[in-house]
Every structure is written in C-alpha cells, then in structure tokens.
C-alpha cells in the first residue's frame, strides 16, 4: 500500500511511504529560507529513508543542506550529476544573497560547508539505470528518466514488484536548446503505472514566450 503526503503548497516535497519505507520526493525551500518549510522537514527527516531530487533548484533542493546539518535527515540522497552540481550552485548563490540582503547573520538555516558536505555525499545517478535498493529498502527499484525543465533534470520511476509509482515535478515536454524535452510519454503504453503522482508545485505566473526571455537575457547581458 502506497501514500503521498505533501509537505507545503509552496515549494516542492512529498512523503512516499511504500510499506515501511519512507521516500522524500525533493526538500526543497523558498528563498528566504522560512522556518515554516524548514519545520516541515524537520518533522519527518528522521523517518526518512531515501530522498529523490528532481532538479537542482530551490524549490526542489534548497532545504537539503539544512536538513542534512541541522534537521536530522540522515538518508542517502540520489539525483543525476547536473541536478548535484547545479544544486550545489543554487545553494552558494542564495547564501550569498541572503549575506549581502541582511549581513552576516543573513544565512543562518545552513553554510557553505553544509552545502558541500551535503550535496557532496549525494549518489550520482544516470538517465535510464535503474538501482535496486538494499536493507530495509529491499525490493525497490529507482530509475531517473529525462523531465525536461533543466539539465539533468529527472522524474522518478519507483518499482516495487508488479507496481511501478512515477514522480513527476517541473516536466517540459518541448526540447529546448540547451535540453531535450521528457520522455515521459515515451513509455511502453501497455504498461501503466499503479500511481501517477505529478506534483504541481507552488502557482507561478505564466512564462512570457522564449523570444522575450531571449531579448531581456541580452539586454541584460549588454547592461551588464
């Protein structure tokens, strides 16, 4: 038996829990690092035993360093190498956002050093390589696929004997220039999975077309 509980409206992660196991579906945060989010982690990090991240931005991974230093989750964490690296990235730009927006005592949820020990300890997955998980996760089968969205950004296929559970946040289905689009209507159409779980994420404005966002990137990048 399989339950999703969602831990916030506003960013991304979601409690799987498959029998006795407990999976984080992304621990991510806003920008100003709330204690809200925050405490919604921390109210379930020491029950988890697995964290899967879908892409590397705030939304998705911002709490992790926090919760790895500070809140109690001890779990491996698994993600597709761009996801870590750009995670990594995300993470040192808004410490240092928040040290130049409110001083020094500005990032007080994590440090650097929580970052590196954090997203350094994170276990590197590729695209389509399934790994079946050992202890008390025996039985389980996680594989990444391609969403979209961003470089090595991934939705997750869970396995679990005949039953297949599919996370699904921030697809894009049309490819871009720097990323292909998903592949999640790829799949054999024979085979449909026991969950559909697409996470909607917090409500954002609707994007303006690529061709503005293009013209204000080297506006900006002329400004600059």
């Known amino acids: 038996m399989a339950t999703i509980t969602k831990l916030s409206e506003h960013v991304y992660g979601s409690v799987l829990t498959l029998g006795d196991v407990r999976i984080l579906l992304d621990c991510g945060c806003d920008v100003d690092f709330s204690d809200a989010h925050l405490q919604a982690i921390a109210e379930v990090a020491p029950t988890i035993d697995l964290v899967l991240l879908s892409h590397g931005e705030l939304r998705h991974c911002g709490a992790l360093a926090a919760a790895k230093a500070r809140l109690g989750l001890r779990a491996p964490v698994y993600a597709t190498t761009p996801v ?3 995670g990594t990235l995300c993470l040192y730009e808004a410490f240092g956002g928040l040290r130049a ?8 949820a994590f440090s650097l050093d929580d970052v590196d020990a954090a997203f350094g300890k994170v276990r590197p997955l590729k695209y389509d390589q399934p790994l079946s998980l050992r202890g008390k ?3 389980i089968v ?3 696929q391609a969403a979209g969205h961003s470089v090595g950004g991934s939705f997750w296929k869970i396995s679990l004997k005949a039953d297949e559970i599919i996370y699904v946040a921030d697809p894009h289905h049309a490819a871009e220039r720097h990323v292909p689009g998903t592949t999640l209507a790829a799949g054999d159409d024979d085979r449909r999975p026991a969950i559909l779980y697409v996470d909607p994420g917090p409500a954002v404005a609707s994007a303006p077309p690529r061709p503005v966002v293009e013209d204000r990137c080297a506006d900006a990048a002329l400004e600059a």
Do not use: Q, V
């Open 142 to 144: 996680i594989t990444a």
């Open 137 to 139: 996760g025996s039985g």
């Open 84 to 86: 870590i690296k750009n």
């Open 101 to 108: 927006a409110r001083g020094r005592d500005g990032a007080k």
